[in-house]
Each structure stands twice: as C-alpha cells, then as structure tokens.
C-alpha cells in the first residue's frame, strides 16, 4: 500500500494506492459516503471493498473527496466531488495504461458520484453501487446506462427506503443491453454493521462472475 497524494480542482488529493502484483492488471476506484456525515476512505464498507477488489488482482485507489482527512477543499454538493472522482481516475489510468478492465465501485453518496463518472468516461467496465440514495438524489442521468453492473442493498437500511432502490433497479434493468445484478441483503441497515461478511461475499462472488464474462468479450 502507498499513500499517495495527486492533484485535484481544488487543490491536493489523499489516497491510498494497491498496486498490484501483476503486470497489466485490470484497475478500480473506490468512493466513499457522503463528506458531511463522517464519511472517508477509512470507511469499513469502503475498506473491505477495496480489499475485494485486491484479492481479485486489481490495482486499487481509494482517496477522500476535498475536505476530507487531508484533501483541500470544501464540500461542494457532489458536482465538486464528482470532479474529485475524474482526477482520481485520471492518476490512476495514468499508472495503469494497460489496464485491460476499468471498474468503479461507491457506498450510498459514493454510489452517486460513481454512476456519474459511469456517463463520463467511457473506458468503465463496470460497476457496483452499495446502498445507491435513490430516494435523495436524481439518478435520472442513467438514460441510457452505458454498462452492465451491481447494486447492492440491505432490506432494513435506515436511511435508504429500499423501495426506491427496487424503482432504480427497475428502469436500468429495462434498458436494452444492460444487466444489473441487484444483491438483497436480508437484516442489513445502511452500514452494513453486522453484514459486512454479506457483503463481502456478494461483491466477490459478483466479480468472479463478471470479470471472466468482460475478459471472454474483450479476447473475441
């Protein structure tokens, strides 16, 4: 692990980077919850994602939006952080121009900003979005959705409503081309608190499938 500090709009990024051990790994960014509400790379949900990602040998950066832990900046409503991302994004593709796949991955604000970044840049493969706020925020951006993913969310989350996540599912699901594997975890709330190995599992299992189909379409 590094820790590692890039240029961002606002100024200086923080992050940590997990190279990993092969050359020409496929690559993936992870983003966390919401600034203004203890939210960091730090995150448990955040971490252990990350470290899926790792296990399944990809070159992994987690980093903390602008004015979190020691990045410059002041929240800015998501259109800053989603900024933040594409920086992000830019450093690491920069160290990893061989990367065969380009994944994303965020936790409920995170998730936002990652379906975001998914309309921008076109080189993303895939995505997991854990506990999408789709009761807080606008995701009508995704239309079309440009790949196929995974949502993730618990069926007594909190905060999130989990009928809002059913809506969301159900418009991408409807798009041509597009499959979402929605992954319901039965008793967790919004932090996944006593789900993480759940969580853990679903995100894992989820790659081993996915990644293997993206490679067999990427070689034909």
Known sequence: MSEIFFNGPAGRIEGRYYPANRANAPIALILHPHPLYGGSMQNKVVHQVGQIFQKHEFSVLRF??????????????????????????????????????????????????????????PEISGFIGIAPPANNYDFAFLAPCPVSGAIIHGTADQVVPIESVDKLVNKLSSQKNIVVDYMKIKGANHFFETHIPDLSKQVSDYLTRQVAVIDAKQTV
């Open 64 to 121: 903390n939006f602008r004015g979190v832990g020691r990045s410059v900046g002041e929240y800015d409503h998501g259109q800053g952080e989603l900024s933040d991302a594409a920086s992000a994004l830019d450093w690491l593709q920069q160290l990893n121009g061989n990367a065969p796949q380009c994944w994303i991955a965020g936790f409920s604000f995170g998730a936002w900003i990652a379906m975001q970044l998914l309309m921008r840049r």
